[in-house]
């Protein structure tokens, strides 16, 4: 087995490919020569705010360092439950909270995208992908262009 260093690329700077890139990094950078993060700008990253799990939470607070009383890079607030509304004929609201030291998060998508794609973290090469896989060398593509190529997304392609 070959020692290696693995090569990344990433299409997609929305959620999908900013997670995906944060979680590669924290998690499997002692395997990983580098990531490179393929952005069209010309594609816009979703614009309502987004809730996370406590997983997803955990990442994003560790990649940023991120902290309620400093600077919030990407305006995230505190998620401590989820509120069901509706879901029962006796009582129409259900507050589901997660166990005491978990907590999520909501924040702004094009914020988390900036903060990420200016972490200077990652390569960032800036185009339109076509195909992946004959326009891109890497060892792993991760394909997360989301709503408009929803056949692919987050498909790794060997």
């Given amino acids: 087995m070959s020692n290696r260093k693995k090569n990344i690329a990433i299409i997609g700077a929305g959620n999908a490919g900013c997670i995906t890139a944060m979680y590669y990094y924290l998690h499997a950078k002692d395997g990983i020569d580098k990531i490179k993060i393929y952005h069209d700008p010309t594609v816009k990253i979703e614009r309502t705010g ?34 069901y509304e509706n879901w ?4 129409d609201k259900i507050f589901h909270s997660f166990a005491q030291s978990l907590t999520a998060i909501h924040y702004v998508p094009n914020l988390l995208s900036q903060k990420v794609l200016e972490s200077g973290v990652f390569e960032v090469i800036e185009g339109k992908i ?8 890497s060892d792993f593509i991760f394909d997360c262009r989301g709503r408009n190529n929803r056949d692919k997304i987050c498909m790794m392609i060997l």
């Fill in 130 to 137: 076509d195909d992946p896989e004959n326009e891109i060398d």
């Fill in 88 to 91: 029962g004929k006796i009582n």
């Fill in 50 to 83: 987004q809730g996370t799990s406590t997983s997803i939470s955990f990442l994003i607070n560790n990649f940023f360092d991120l902290n309620f009383y400093d600077e919030n890079k990407i305006k995230s607030t505190r998620k401590e439950g989820i509120l």
